[in-house]
């Protein structure tokens, strides 16, 4: 409230001037930071609103996604191709391989030279298939899921995938070798990068000191109509130093063994069409 009374000396009049001057200051700044506030809610406002109108050239391009925890070696899309395969990355270290820049994320160096010619001649002489004479397929079974379990606990696995060379059978190696990676990587034909799905021919290929050398391959028919029929193929390579030489060539003699059923089922169709 103001005093109407006069003032009663000077120095009651000079109090109640600065007091009145401190009131003008405190008004003065309460007027200009509510128009502080008003511009940054107009800037808030405006930006809502840009963002509001986008072009519908944005929207075109697909709905973002958001995916927690992914890093290079977690990709969730491709674990779950891994989990198909029997391998569950528990160390969140599983890295998918297409090309060479894919090895340098993975931590690993490219061959300057590729395509890598590889001789497995020798080694397929020690190959062995489930279900024949040398090789029962329980026994292959046991060896390949402590293959898939030593595997999942490793801490990286490194996945080279492409097409055998000269073909377009695709193939996926999964190893916790990180010698191995490169060569294989180079031994394949590119193959074009489509989503994550199994391969025609899967390799396990495990180096532990407490693993036995061992090689195997082994071929199945999946699918639920005649029609739908087709072969796959598993190569399980474990030792404390695995060659190669080995793993291609239990690529290899899988890779026959694809185009054998793949003939036999050709020459069943025709003689029933004959029929």
Not at 24 to 38: E, N
Not at 67 to 87: H, R
Request: with cysteine.
């Amino acid at each position: 409230l103001i005093d109407h009374q006069p003032p009663t000396s000077d120095f009651s009049y000079q109090s109640r001037a600065s007091c009145f001057h401190r009131q003008r200051i405190f008004v003065s700044m309460s007027i200009r930071a509510a128009f502080h506030l008003s511009k940054q809610a107009v800037a808030r406002h405006n930006v809502c609103r840009s963002f509001a109108s986008l072009p519908e050239s944005i929207a075109r391009s697909g709905q973002a996604s958001s995916f927690p925890n992914e890093f290079p070696g977690q990709n969730y899309a491709f674990n779950w191709t891994l989990n198909g395969d029997g391998v569950t990355p528990l160390k969140k270290s599983a890295f998918r391989i297409t090309k060479p820049l894919e090895l340098k994320v993975a931590g690993l160096k490219p061959l300057t030279s590729a395509p890598l010619k590889v001789n497995a001649s020798a080694a397929k002489k020690t190959m062995r298939e489930a279900g024949s004479d040398a090789l029962e397929f329980d026994s292959y079974d046991v060896i390949a899921q402590r293959c898939k379990d030593l595997l999942s606990v490793s801490d990286n696995i490194y996945c080279p995938e492409g097409h055998m060379p000269g073909t377009h059978t695709s193939v996926r190696v999964i190893t916790n070798s990180d010698s191995l990676a490169p060569k294989l990587l180079a031994y394949f034909d590119r193959a074009p990068k489509r989503d994550s799905a199994g391969c025609s021919i899967t390799a396990y290929v495990l180096e532990d000191d407490d693993m036995d050398n061992f090689g195997a391959f082994a071929i199945e028919e999946v699918g639920e109509t005649a029609e739908d029929i087709t072969s796959v193929a598993a190569v399980v390579c474990t030792g404390k130093n695995v060659k190669i030489e080995q793993v291609v060539a239990g690529l290899e003699m899988s890779l026959d063994g694809l185009k054998e059923d793949a003939e036999a089922r050709k020459a069943e169709a025709a003689s029933k069409d004959e029929e």
